[in-house]
């Protein structure tokens, strides 16, 4: 499936534009059109006082902005790995690089070369995945048009937009603007501190770390997006949102979870 593994576009979104303190537990689908809504993945999230929980079906990822950290979890193993993204880079690089030295211990002359290659733009893309994205474009026009059709999608009313970048349509997306930006919650340092793993892990398109793409967000409630792929449409969807106080033991780690290396949870390994 073609949708992102751990964090999905929508919530992207969702974090710019929703009143944290308040707190909110949001469920919705992501799916590609030319694989259909019956393959969706659901997932829910959790948000509250700066802390985002991602709950997937294999995976449960919770972005704390207050301590800067973040918590990978796998239900299935009851195991967890917790730390900045500076630490989760350099294990999934270590990572990496055992898997290349292992290689190249058995692989032939006439191969080693292409597999450090292969490896080394692998490990380069850790700390600056833009730069081997292949998708950003040296100069760009970013256009955010309001366009006049409006949508109820999970009980409220939405705005569609359009999203062009050099006048090729990348996006259309559903925003409520009844619900409103907090001040309280800091949309620019979640892109400062967890943007390289968002990009990492192909949950960001270019374009959306643009400043004009994040004033936009906060515009209102992202409820409904289309990100158009070259072939085929990523869809991701709030399907219920619901407005309520979170306890606090719903952010923590299981106690009966181990702490392991990331690599010990089948992160760091060539797909």
Same mark, same amino acid.
């Given at each position: 499936?073609?949708?992102?593994?751990?964090?999905?576009?929508?919530?992207?979104?969702?974090?710019?534009?929703?009143?944290?303190?308040?707190?909110?537990?949001?469920?919705?689908?992501?799916?590609?059109?030319?694989?259909?809504?019956?393959?969706?993945?659901?997932?829910?999230?959790?948000?509250?006082?700066?802390?985002?929980?991602?709950?997937?079906?294999?995976?449960?990822?919770?972005?704390?902005?207050?301590?800067?950290?973040?918590?990978?979890?796998?239900?299935?193993?009851?195991?967890?790995?917790?730390?900045?993204?500076?630490?989760?880079?350099?294990?999934?690089?270590?990572?990496?690089?055992?898997?290349?030295?292992?290689?190249?211990?058995?692989?032939?002359?006439?191969?080693?070369?292409?597999?450090?290659?292969?490896?080394?733009?692998?490990?380069?893309?850790?700390?600056?995945?833009?730069?081997?994205?292949?998708?950003?474009?040296?100069?760009?026009?970013?256009?955010?048009?309001?366009?006049?059709?409006?949508?109820?999608?999970?009980?409220?009313?939405?705005?569609?937009?359009?999203?062009?970048?050099?006048?090729?349509?990348?996006?259309?997306?559903?925003?409520?603007?009844?619900?409103?930006?907090?001040?309280?919650?800091? !949309?620019?340092?979640?892109?400062?501190?967890?943007?390289?793993?968002?990009?990492?892990?192909?949950?960001?398109?270019?374009?959306?770390?643009?400043?004009?793409?994040?004033?936009?967000?906060?515009?209102?409630?992202?409820?409904? !997006?289309?990100?158009?792929?070259?072939?085929?449409?990523?869809?991701?969807?709030?399907?219920?949102?619901?407005?309520?106080?979170?306890?606090? !033991?719903?952010?923590?780690?299981?106690?009966?979870?181990?702490?392991?290396?990331?690599?010990?949870?089948?992160?760091?390994?060539?797909?």
């Amino acid at each position: 499936m073609k949708t992102q593994k751990y964090i999905l576009l929508l919530v992207v979104g969702i974090i710019l534009s929703v009143n944290v303190n308040a707190g909110w537990v949001i469920t919705q689908q992501s799916y590609d059109s030319d694989e259909g809504v019956e393959t969706a993945l659901i997932e829910t999230v959790y948000l509250q006082d700066g802390v985002m929980k991602v709950v997937q079906a294999d995976m449960i990822t919770t972005f704390d902005l207050n301590k800067e950290t973040m918590t990978i979890m796998s239900p299935s193993k009851k195991v967890f790995w917790t730390g900045d993204v500076a630490a989760y880079k350099v294990e999934i690089k270590n990572a990496m690089q055992s898997a290349m030295d292992e290689q190249l211990a058995n692989a032939a002359d006439a191969q080693k070369e292409m597999i450090r290659k292969m490896y080394q733009g692998m490990m380069e893309s850790i700390d600056d995945p833009s730069k081997f994205s292949g998708e950003e474009p040296e100069e760009y026009n970013l256009q955010i048009e309001k366009t006049g059709d409006r949508d109820r999608i999970a009980g409220r009313m939405a705005t569609k937009y359009k999203i062009s970048v050099n006048g090729s349509l990348k996006e259309e997306a559903w925003l409520s603007e009844s619900d409103r930006a907090n001040a309280e919650f800091d !949309s620019e340092k979640f892109h400062l501190v967890f943007g390289d793993f968002i990009s990492q892990a192909g949950t960001m398109a270019f374009y959306q770390a643009n400043e004009k793409y994040i004033e936009f967000s906060k515009k209102g409630f992202p409820l409904k !997006s289309i990100n158009y792929n070259g072939g085929y449409e990523s869809i991701s969807e709030v399907t219920n949102l619901e407005k309520e106080s979170i306890d606090i !033991s719903e952010f923590e780690v299981p106690v009966e979870y181990k702490k392991v290396r990331l690599v010990e949870m089948g992160l760091g390994e060539r797909e």
